[in-house]
């Protein structure tokens, strides 16, 4: 199950890259956000907070695992919540259209392969 999750990760953070690629260099797109600050979204910060945030999903459903016998489901319904909920970071703090749309399709493309992938290494109810 460990080997399937990390492959889970890997996956993330290539498609999270090749997104990228596609938006900026490809695209042309500048994507820049406001935090704290203006935040130029380069390729090292896209895999980085794509493996950090998967690895945090792991470990919030080997923790449910343990914890619950619906923990497939219940972690379903907190990723799916928490993907959504982060829409809002790059469609208020988005500079431009462009930015906005580039980085929610970062968020999902991650979101739906995190969410579909563990959810599927995890363990049935017994």
């Not at 596609?22 to 704290?36: D, E, H, K, S």
């Not at 999903?57 to 914890?67: C, N, Q």
């Not at 970071?89 to 500079?95: K, V």
């Given at each position: ?15 999270a ?35 950090v ?28 919540i ?7 970071s790059?469609?208020t ?9 580039g ?24």
């Amino acid at each position: 199950m460990r080997g399937r999750r990390f492959g889970v990760v890997g996956i993330a953070a290539v498609a999270a890259l090749a997104d990228w690629i596609l938006l900026a260099p490809v695209a042309g797109l500048t994507l820049t956000a406001r935090q704290g600050g203006i935040q130029h979204i380069g390729a090292a910060a896209v895999v980085i907070s794509t493996i950090v945030v998967s690895l945090l999903g792991w470990a919030l459903l080997a923790l449910l695992e343990r914890r619950t016998p619906r923990a497939r489901t219940t972690w379903t319904v907190i990723a799916t919540i928490v993907c959504l909920t982060s829409l809002g970071s790059p469609l208020t703090n988005g500079i431009g259209l462009g930015a906005k749309l580039g980085l929610a399709s970062l968020h999902l493309v991650v979101g739906a392969i995190v969410i579909l992938g563990l959810r599927r290494t995890a363990a049935e109810p017994c």
